[in-house]
């Protein structure tokens, strides 16, 4: 059967890349047109004149709305894996892991205000994975970085506030796993394992909240399913076939949930 993986990651990659030139062409018409001056129900904020900042999106006595506003927001992600492989053991018997999801990152959004109802975004980030519990004779990473493409849907809750749900494709690329124990520990070592770009999926539940005119507050839930396959390997510097690996680490199980906040700027 063939690999539908590229097929997918190239898929995402088209779809990051219509968010991202919707939410330009977005930009250069406002920036090109006046804004019209009739209210429309998808547009309930009074229009901007030309010269003027941004209509605030909170409007006294009217819920929440983000239609054709630009979003840029900066985020933070903080996770669990759902899936974690033994690395060693502690003097006192606890078994030190490393996890293929969660960890720490960070990233930015590029999103567009479709509706009342539904956002397009666009996220560039990465996210680092370490050893746990940590230890002194040992250090352990997992990186990646990602090209996500999510479809949200909002509930208006009221004037400065909305639920913003979503479901999305992700390209996850440069997985590298990076693990050193002291030499003097049995079986210790330098080992690296490169693993190939992927594909994965995602769904997302946020709150978001106005702070200030178009100041915006995102904090929400990511919850994501991949699977990364080993490509290369190395121990000590020196090369290595793939199928010397253990089977948890030649197909490494990326699933995790994320703590997302961020600060976005609409326009």
Same mark, same amino acid.
């Given at each position: 059967?063939? $690999?539908?993986?590229?097929?997918v990651?190239m898929?995402?990659i088209?779809?990051?890349i219509?968010?991202v030139s919707?939410?330009?062409?977005a930009f250069a018409?406002t920036e090109?047109?006046a804004?019209p001056?009739?209210?429309?129900?998808?547009?309930a904020?009074p229009a901007a004149?030309?010269g003027?900042?941004?209509?605030p999106?909170?409007?006294?006595g009217?819920?929440l709305?983000?239609?054709?506003?630009l979003?840029?927001?900066?985020? !933070?992600?903080l #996770?669990?894996?759902l899936?974690?492989?033994?690395v060693g053991?502690?003097?006192?018997g606890?078994?030190?892991?490393i996890?293929?999801?969660?960890?720490?990152?960070?990233?930015?959004? %590029?999103g567009?205000?479709? *509706?009342?109802?539904? $956002?397009?975004?666009?996220?560039l980030g990465?996210?680092?994975? !370490?050893?746990?519990?940590?230890v002194?004779?040992?250090?352990g990473? =997992?990186g990646?970085?990602? %090209?996500?493409?999510?479809?949200k849907y909002?509930?208006p809750?009221?004037?400065? %506030?909305?639920w913003k =749900?979503?479901?999305g494709?992700g390209y996850?690329?440069?997985?590298?796993?990076?693990i050193?124990?002291?030499?003097g520990?049995l079986? !210790?070592?330098?080992?690296?394992v490169?693993?190939k770009n992927?594909?994965?999926f995602?769904?997302?539940g946020?709150l978001d909240?106005?702070?200030?005119r178009?100041?915006m507050l995102?904090?929400?839930?990511?919850?994501?399913?991949v $699977?990364y396959?080993?490509?290369t390997?190395t121990?000590?510097g020196?090369?290595?076939?793939v *199928? *010397?690996?253990? *089977?948890?680490?030649r197909? %490494?199980? #990326?699933?995790?949930? $994320?703590?997302?906040?961020g600060?976005g700027?609409?326009f």
């Open positions: 059967m063939k $690999d539908r993986k590229p097929q990651g898929l995402t088209i779809l990051f219509l968010v919707s939410v330009g062409t018409q090109g047109q804004a001056t009739i209210k429309t129900e998808e547009q904020a004149q030309p003027e900042p941004p209509a999106v909170v409007q006294p009217e819920p709305n983000t239609a054709n506003k979003r840029l927001q900066l985020e !933070g992600y #996770g669990v894996g899936d974690a492989n033994k053991t502690t003097t006192g606890e078994d030190v892991k996890s293929g999801g969660g960890g720490f990152g960070g990233g930015a959004t %590029l567009y205000g479709l *509706s009342r109802s539904v $956002d397009i975004d666009g996220t990465f996210q680092v994975s !370490g050893l746990y519990p940590a002194e004779n040992a250090t990473t =997992f990646r970085t990602f %090209l996500l493409a999510t479809v909002k509930i809750l009221r004037e400065n %506030l909305q =749900f979503g479901v494709v996850y690329m440069g997985g590298k796993l990076d050193d124990i002291d030499q520990i079986n !210790g070592g330098h080992r690296i490169d693993y992927t594909t994965g995602h769904a997302t946020e909240i106005a702070l200030q178009n100041l995102a904090v929400g839930l990511k919850y994501y399913k $699977d396959k080993a490509d390997t121990f000590n020196i090369s290595q076939p *199928s *010397s690996l253990p *089977s948890e680490y197909d %490494l199980k #990326g699933d995790g949930v $994320d703590i997302t906040v600060l700027v609409l």
